[in-house]
């Protein structure tokens, strides 16, 4: 086992699954000699040469809609789009055909792509480089999104929506990209996509999170347990959509008491439809309402200002305390 | 150095074999045989009398809304004729004949057009798409598949079929860049009927050729006369050759002439004349193609009306069979297939939901 | 007054607004001599010329990004896409750029754009003509989300839309386009963004809807009212983003009981959103928890069973009635 | 009739006027008044060092990621030296000498570079847009801003400016045939650095020059040595006059050289040599510039030296003033503003809560 960054850990991933199956090939800019701006391709080319890890023209439709015909065809393209904020060049690719051709084709044809792609804020970057619009995917029948929350997950992730016979829309949280290392095994490990996780195990209320909002999810449970003696229950979706609800409603039926993270705007964001989910399914053990600590309804403010749009610890802290003497 | 002349190195043709009269210029009559001559005639006959029979029905109210082929059956008949099994297309919405020629059965297509998602269904021995509607996306998919055959190391082919409105979307550009960049084994088929819905082709781009766009992404590029089906055919064969041999992509401009509605819920009267359209009337791709195989002796009047009347037989028994078929069809739960390969558990939960609602407030009509 | 179509409306809105304003300019597909593949713009060409009715290319990015370009030197385009299934290729125009241009340059420049479009189910179409995905512009900050549930409505919220100085995205039930008629004034009308109606008043319980769920769900209440002495109250959204939330806020503390309906598919939808607030704001006035009577998580059939997959009268008096037995 | 050459009615030019050592062709001298030569002198100059000065800035962790210009001065200033206030500019994010001719403040753009919102702000007497980073969707702007020209009866133009790498987007495609179709006072300016990121040119498309994609949207097409400044004013100047006569839009590809770095977070050494770039530093274009107005006898080693001491201190002053500047920006709020002209009842809400937050959590850093 090596320690290893989530860019490393991704770098992994794709090395692992192209030796092992000669179907799966790598598309989008800067993906080669580049190595991808966030390096997550690095000595990809090298190894398995410009056949197999294509630079393509400067065109998100063209590298999602290519990428389409190529899993028709039978491979398992991996097309990587640069920022997540360039990826609504797609949306009509995934829209109007990656989700549908299994069910247009009625089984015939299936679209195992995977559209990875860096998200969100935390990193100092311009304009477009730290958007969180999962929903956009989410809301989408056919379309997975999955988002990793560590090397270790992300790998094992990334391993399973490249076998994944339907499209992923895989997005990275950039600043996790080399925030921290884990242990990541070389030998093989996947995880089941639409399967959440318990992160941290606790009785006094939940908070459910992924991607980037993990780390200070985590870290508020940390500081509730050490300053307020208080025991959050994280969890973690890996993936947003199917999103499985059975972990949070057994945690919301626990607790009674539920917070959503996530840096997305507010409104019309993934915390709404978790809290639909808890509504539907835990209602009458539900203590006091179910709390959103999001991104606001606005553009995320250019780098100097982001930290004031991106939740963080002091905010979760404070979510989690105002349930609990509610 | 100063001012200079920039050289191309590609340049646009224009071809035409059969001309409006049924003349043929000898020297560049493609090699065809005789049997796919006729197989060709046929097939025209039967696209052009099953979409006048799909008019009639849908004047009837027994299917939907759909787009009329009537006068385009060469510029994309032609094009698939020269094409193997093995080799894929990738249809846009208007080329019946094409499908046909594939094997498509007729029941599909009715059954498609009556709201059936069943009528989707594409056999696993075919390698075609189904109907592409969102203008333009679907020529990115041809690239796609052309750069997996090429990867895969075949000699096949993918040929995607788009209009001359298609030509203005971002996808088309995006397609034939990709194109000329992988030197893709793909063909572009752009059927220029002269109008997207109401807007006439003039209005859709400044250029005098569509194919010369071909020029923008250094590929090759044919303008032909799509009412020919010789035409379409050896500028077809042309590119298909360049593709199988590793030489890249080709834009074939068909130029022909939507004769009829552009799908059943538009009136041309708003925005063309009836002189325009008759005008193209004498230029129908199937006379013409009659009066070829009549001057080489292959058909006359009595042959001519012996496959009229065997191509009703055939439509009049596809909608009998397709009409029988759509009486078994209707389980609302088919709504709930093949969105994935395994059934996420919240849609499992709301195909319950359905069937318990179905059974509490009524299995009749919207359930809804 | 006359009684009009929505497409009448609609189009007396247009009209009016470009007697009014000669900034005012319709571009689109198939917008001039045909008058709309639905008419909506029938007769304005031969009022205003090719100059203002302007008939584009086929080109849905080009339609709206050209747009975003008028509207910042000042004119106020009206955008038509020709089917909502078509606006997916215009997501990077409006969020990248018509949604965040008064940002980005801190007030100097605004986008007061129109995106007209039809959407939803109900009319036999072919694929792609009967979707409603909302949410997509719901969840982008700056843009306003807005459907018209009538004639009268259509014609005052388009008229608002047009004078609105932020880029509105104008989704018409086409299901309502010639569905039934009501007397539209020839004089000016308005209506304000971001305000949802009552539509029908009501002390037991809530139902929320818009667009061609108005519909249905009004055939509901008076069901409920006829058959089983239910009073539902009944909440016309109109706006969808930025949802206006007071009204529901309080229908809901009144009767403690709410369904909210719409065609979209359920998870991720606007109704989650509408959940989420509720519980925000109304939360210790719930009875029951709130019901979402909505499209599946499944693209929408083609039309032979499309009538399964759209919320119809018994599905929402079915939801009503659980809601009171709960 | 059957096999034909289509004639296409435009053609495509190579521009150059000022060579690599300085020498002119004199015949296509533009007249350019000496006080404007001199300017254009300053401005580059000013460009260059203040991309230096930035690029430390950076470096020192004093202003986030930017992406430097050196190299491509005359290809965009060339081209705005010709507009008149009137006009509209629409640049991609690499136009940085174009901004200052255009007025600019040096502050503005520190403050841009370091986050603040603030630095997007632009002067209300000047008609230019923002920076645009999604590559290509600008193109568009600049044919609206066009077409409304056109619409109001003024004779002015839109130029837009984009890379080489911006040629493959959709939005590309359908803006020049928008820009055919509607005949818009729009010059559309390609800076071909040769580079997208680490893409080289010839694998972004297989076509010979990017000027001959004016061939598919019918409108001019020339392609201008970028590093001449004077190359680069007369294609501009001509296209501009094109514009404003009603004549149409033009596509003007400036062959230049991106220098430096793609952005400060980009390392060049992966994918190309320092060969290519020693090669490029022989055609400064601002070295070449020099020659020129020295031949002309406008500019001499001492002139130069004070322009140099002369530009350094401005940007002194600039950098100075934008650290003041900086010291009084970082008001959270801001965030909550201009996201519409009235805030939405929720949003008030949002900033309501975020009030107390930072009341009840502690002011400082992330509220976050
Ligand atoms: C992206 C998109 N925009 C709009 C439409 C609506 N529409 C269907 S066909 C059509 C015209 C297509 O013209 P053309 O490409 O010439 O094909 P033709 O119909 O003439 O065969 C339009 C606008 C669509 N299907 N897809
Ligand atoms: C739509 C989009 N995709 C990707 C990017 C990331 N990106 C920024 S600049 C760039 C290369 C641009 O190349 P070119 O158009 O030649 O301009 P240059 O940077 O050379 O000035 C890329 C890929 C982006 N900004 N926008
Ligand atoms: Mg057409
Ligand atoms: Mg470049």
Redesign the pocket.
């Known amino acids: 086992m090596a320690k290893m960054t989530m860019v490393q850990a991704l770098n992994l991933a794709l090395r692992q699954e192209m030796e092992r199956d000669p179907d799966v090939v790598l598309l989008g800019e800067d993906i080669g000699l580049d190595g991808g701006v966030f390096r997550v391709t690095d000595g990809l080319v090298q190894q398995f040469g410009e056949k197999r890890v294509v630079d393509t023209p400067l065109a998100e439709s063209g590298i999602v809609g290519m990428s389409i015909g190529m899993a028709l065809y039978g491979l398992k393209p991996v097309a990587e789009i640069q920022f997540s904020g360039f990826s609504y060049y797609t949306l009509h690719q995934i829209e109007n055909h990656a989700a549908r051709l299994r069910w247009r084709s009625q089984g015939r044809y299936h679209v195992p792509l995977v559209m990875r792609a860096p998200y969100g804020g935390g990193v100092r970057a311009l304009e477009h480089h730290s958007e969180s619009r999962e929903t956009f995917w989410s809301h989408i029948p056919g379309i997975k999104m999955v988002i990793p929350s560590g090397p270790r997950n992300a790998r094992s992730l990334l391993v399973s929506a490249i076998r994944d016979p339907d499209p992923v829309v895989f997005y990275e949280p950039k600043a996790l990209y080399r925030a921290f290392r884990e242990e990541v095994p070389e030998a093989e490990e996947t995880l089941p996509l639409s399967r959440s996780v318990v992160a941290r195990e606790g009785r006094d209320l939940t908070l459910i999170a992924y991607g980037a909002m993990m780390r200070p999810t985590l870290a508020a449970a940390e500081e509730l347990h050490r300053k307020h003696g208080v025991e959050a229950e994280v969890i973690d979706l890996l993936t947003v959509s199917p999103l499985d609800d059975a972990l949070m409603v057994a945690s919301a039926r626990k607790t009674g008491r539920v917070a959503v993270v996530h840096e997305a705007p507010r409104s019309f964001g993934p915390g709404a439809e978790i809290v639909a989910r808890l509504v539907e399914k835990a209602f009458y053990h539900l203590e006091v309402p179910v709390a959103r600590v999001t991104g606001y309804d606005v553009v995320i403010p250019f780098f100097s200002r982001e930290n004031h749009y991106l939740p963080g610890v002091p905010r979760i802290v404070h979510a989690a305390r105002s349930l609990l003497a509610a | 150095m100063p001012r200079t002349r920039v050289e191309l190195p590609e340049a646009i043709d224009h071809l035409s074999i059969l001309n409006e009269k049924g003349e043929l210029d000898r020297p560049l009559e493609p090699a065809v045989p005789d049997d796919t001559l006729l197989r060709l005639h046929r097939t025209m006959l039967l696209a052009r009398r099953f979409d006048e029979r799909l008019l009639s029905l849908q004047r009837q109210g027994r299917i939907g809304t759909f787009?009329p082929i009537a006068g385009q059956e060469a510029a994309h008949l032609g094009a698939v004729a020269i094409l193997r099994p093995s080799d894929w297309i990738v249809p846009?919405?208007?080329e019946m004949a094409a499908d046909i020629w594939r094997g498509r059965p007729l029941e599909s297509i009715i059954v498609y057009n009556n709201g059936f998602n069943e009528g989707g269904r594409i056999p696993a021995d075919r390698n075609d798409l189904p109907i592409s509607?969102?203008?333009?996306?679907q020529i990115l998919h041809a690239v796609g598949i052309a750069w997996a055959m090429k990867y895969r190391g075949r000699d096949d082919v993918a040929m995607a079929f788009?209009?001359?409105?298609?030509t203005s979307?971002g996808d088309f550009h995006e397609a034939l860049n990709f194109a000329g960049v992988f030197q893709v084994p793909a063909v572009f088929v752009c059927?220029n009927?002269q109008?997207?819905?109401s807007i006439p082709r003039a209005k859709q781009t400044r250029t005098r050729t569509l194919a010369q766009k071909a020029l923008a992404y250094g590929i090759a590029g044919i303008q032909v006369d799509g009412n020919d089906l010789l035409a379409v055919y050896a500028a077809a064969d042309e590119a298909v050759q360049r593709a199988r041999s590793g030489a890249g992509a080709t834009l074939i401009e068909c130029v022909t002439y939507?004769m009829a509605v552009?799908t059943t819920a538009d009136d041309p009267k708003r925005y063309r004349t009836e002189a325009e359209v008759e005008q193209w009337r004498g230029r129908d791709p199937i006379t013409r193609f009659q009066k070829y195989l009549a001057a080489k002796g292959l058909l006359d009047e009595q042959a001519i009306a012996a496959e009229e009347e065997a191509v009703q037989a055939e439509i009049q028994g596809a909608v009998e069979r397709a009409e029988e078929e759509m009486k078994g069809l209707g389980d609302p739960l088919l709504m709930f297939e093949h969105a994935y390969a395994e059934m996420p558990a919240y849609l499992k939960e709301q195909r319950e939901e359905f069937i318990r609602l179905q059974a509490e407030i009524g299995g009749e009509g919207r359930n809804g």
Do not use: E, K, M, Y
Not at chain 2, 133 to 137: E, K
Not at chain 2, 162 to 166: L, Q, R, T
């Open positions: 787009p846009a919405f208007r509607i969102p203008v333009g996306s788009f209009g001359d409105g298609a979307q059927q009927n109008w997207a819905i939507r552009h």
